[in-house]
T-cell receptor
Framework: DGGITQSPKYLFRKEGQNVTLSCEQN?????MYWYRQDPGQGLRLIYYSQIVNDFQKGDIAEGYSVSREKKESFPLTVTSAQKNPTAFYLC??????????????FGSGTQLSVL | SQQGEEDPQALSIQEGENATMNCSYKTSINNLQWYRQNSGRGLVHLILIRSNEREKHSGRLRVTLDTSKKSSSLLITASRAADTASYFC???????????FGKGMKLTVNP
């Protein structure tokens, strides 16, 4: 069935290690987003992409990197430069991005913890 | 940066009662959206109201928007235990490409 798939559901990172969170969608959506959620907090935008091979920094991009080589995939790498990576990471997509953005479809999230 | 702020931060009611959640924001918006999140899960879109609309309904949901007060309210009527979740408002600011979320409000509906 159609939707957004995030994997893994739980991920552990060792000190100094880069880890990559997967996000795949089969909704044929143009725009994809990565959000970070800390306990009791709202969602903060890390990166977003409105079209293949193009992406923009969100509000908290430092220590993260992304790629958008395929329309259906938008992986997020949490680098060793991100000193406080423990959080719940949510990937989302929408049919169109930009100022016509009307609805986001979310994956089920990845909980990242530091060992 | 946070745009919407939900109020109250937590609400506990009995099944069958109505639940009202408020959201205030600071800048002009294109639209305001409400989302629901069950614990440990992704968000689910509930309803969208555009800046030129004042009220919308969807099933047991009623959303109002007052752009002069920069506020919105979400009313859930005849609540059910299954409505227990966190609710977030999100705003698409005028001229922006980014949807900005509030911190959320936890609703508990007791059976």
């Amino acid at each position: 069935d159609g939707g957004i798939t995030q994997s893994p559901k739980y991920l552990f990172r060792k000190e100094g290690q880069n880890v990559t969170l997967s996000c795949e969608q089969n909704l044929n959506h143009d725009a994809m987003y990565w959000y970070r959620q800390d306990p009791g907090q709202g969602l903060r935008l890390i990166y977003y992409s409105q079209i293949v091979n193009d992406f923009q920094k969100g509000d908290i991009a430092e220590g993260y990197s992304v790629s958008r080589e395929k329309k259906e995939s938008f992986p997020l790498t949490v680098t060793s430069a991100q000193k406080n990576p423990t959080a719940f990471y949510l990937c989302a997509s929408s049919p169109e991005g930009g100022v016509t953005n009307e609805k986001l479809f979310f994956g089920s999230g990845t909980q990242l913890s530091v060992l | 940066s946070q745009q919407g702020e939900e109020d109250p931060q937590a609400l506990s009611i009995q099944e069958g009662e109505n639940a009202t959640m408020n959201c205030s924001y600071k800048t002009s918006i294109n639209n305001l959206q409400w989302y629901r999140q069950n614990s440990g899960r992704g968000l689910v879109h509930l309803i969208l109201i555009r800046s030129n609309e004042r009220e919308k309904h969807s099933g047991r949901l009623r959303v109002t928007l007052d752009t002069s007060k920069k506020s919105s309210s979400l009313l859930i009527t005849a609540s059910r235990a299954a409505d227990t979740a966190s609710y977030f408002c999100a705003t698409l600011q005028g001229g922006s490409e980014k949807l900005v979320f509030g911190k959320g409000m936890k609703l508990t509906v007791n059976p």
